[in-house]
């Protein structure tokens, strides 16, 4: 014999390539279930791990393995419900205190009022820092209240070119006291994408 393949005396190759073949074909079908609900187990933990990622916690995978796999939908599904539970509280909590703050505020703001109608030439200026500050503190409990109340992340913030030197000069000047000397040196040509207010805080 030429080579060592064509002589069926020593080796017949053709039934054990059907035979393997066959073996590989029989093989894919059973493995195929298997990974296919592997595969699904999967994608179904990624779609819910993406949606607990956006703030969505009402996920509830119903993977009925008793495998790691199993575990882990398990974990998930514990996973969200505390983060449900701990979100709702910061949300109540942050309402409960935003809410309360706001009377204090208020009567603040009256009392300043008062103050302001029987001025004296050398109070005026404590009185204008002290509503800075009361309307200020309002302000920051009314984005409290707002973000006690959103459903997901706080809506995006309107950023708008501002002057850094501008900001913190307001900065200072509302940290200043009598005796404080606060010098600012920002160069006044430099401008930024920021909303103000935050920036100045």
Avoid at 36 to 45: F, G, P
Avoid at 157 to 178: C, F, G
Wanted: glycine share 4%; with cysteine.
């Amino acid at each position: 014999s030429p080579t060592f393949f064509t002589n069926s005396f020593f080796f017949a190759i053709a039934p054990w390539l059907g035979i393997a073949a066959a073996a590989v074909l029989i093989s894919a079908l059973c493995w195929l279930p298997l990974v296919r609900r592997l595969t699904q187990s999967i994608a179904d933990m990624m779609r819910a791990t993406a949606h607990i990622a956006e703030g969505r916690f009402d996920v509830a995978l119903n993977v009925k393995r008793h495998d790691e796999l199993g575990h882990l939908a398990a974990s998930i599904n514990r996973m969200a419900g505390r983060l449900e539970t701990f979100t709702e509280g910061r949300k109540r909590f942050l309402g409960a205190v935003a809410h309360e703050l706001r009377s204090p505020i208020a009567r603040m703001q009256v009392a300043t009022g008062i103050l302001e109608r029987n001025k004296h030439p050398d109070t005026q200026k404590h009185i204008d820092d002290l509503k800075e500050d009361i309307d200020m503190m309002s302000r920051l409990t009314g984005e409290l209240l707002q973000l006690a109340k959103a459903e997901t992340t706080p809506n995006p913030l309107n950023l708008v070119p501002t002057n850094v030197a501008d900001a913190a000069r307001t900065a200072a000047r509302r940290e200043s006291a009598d005796g404080i000397d606060i010098r600012v040196e920002v160069d006044p040509s430099i401008h930024v994408q920021a909303n103000p207010e935050y920036l100045i805080r």
